[in-house]
């Protein structure tokens, strides 16, 4: 398998992180079954969208639980060259002390995990689909 995650030139600085974090979690989900030689099927992933927003917030509102959100396209070509698109949607929740501040590797380990719940979801589309061919 060989999986591509694409950037959005309209984003660059946000994306580039968040293609930090998918990678990580396409290398977490599938480890080294990743090539990008003699590979039978094409996985290309791109961030249609990601937010981060706090859910709720301290006696003094100050924002104790965060939701990190990635919705992910996958466009997958098989070694029959069948083209498939998929969309999936992840979401990761997390608790921070209050007046706590939010840094780079916060972000990006709360993305990456909201990518890996996108992942998962995305591997149990492309298995019912596969089921349901045969």
């Known amino acids: 398998m060989n999986a591509v995650v694409d950037i959005d030139v309209k984003q660059p600085q946000e994306n580039v992180f968040l293609k930090d974090a998918l990678n990580e979690a396409v290398y977490t ?25 706090p859910l709720d917030y301290d006696k003094n509102g100050y924002p ?13 070509i098989d070694k029959k060259n069948k083209k498939r698109t998929y969309s999936v949607n ?39 689909d596969a089921i349901n061919e045969h």
């Open 29 to 53: 989900l599938f480890g080294s079954n990743i090539t990008n030689q003699n590979s039978n099927t094409t996985i290309t992933l791109s961030i249609v969208s990601s937010s981060l927003d």
């Open 64 to 76: 104790i639980l965060y939701r990190s959100s990635v919705t992910l396209q996958a466009n997958i």
């Open 90 to 128: 992840g979401t990761y929740d997390f608790a921070t002390s209050p007046n706590s501040v939010i840094n780079d590797q916060i972000k990006l380990n709360a993305f990456k995990k909201a990518s890996i719940n996108a992942l998962n979801k995305l591997i149990a589309l492309i298995t019912k």
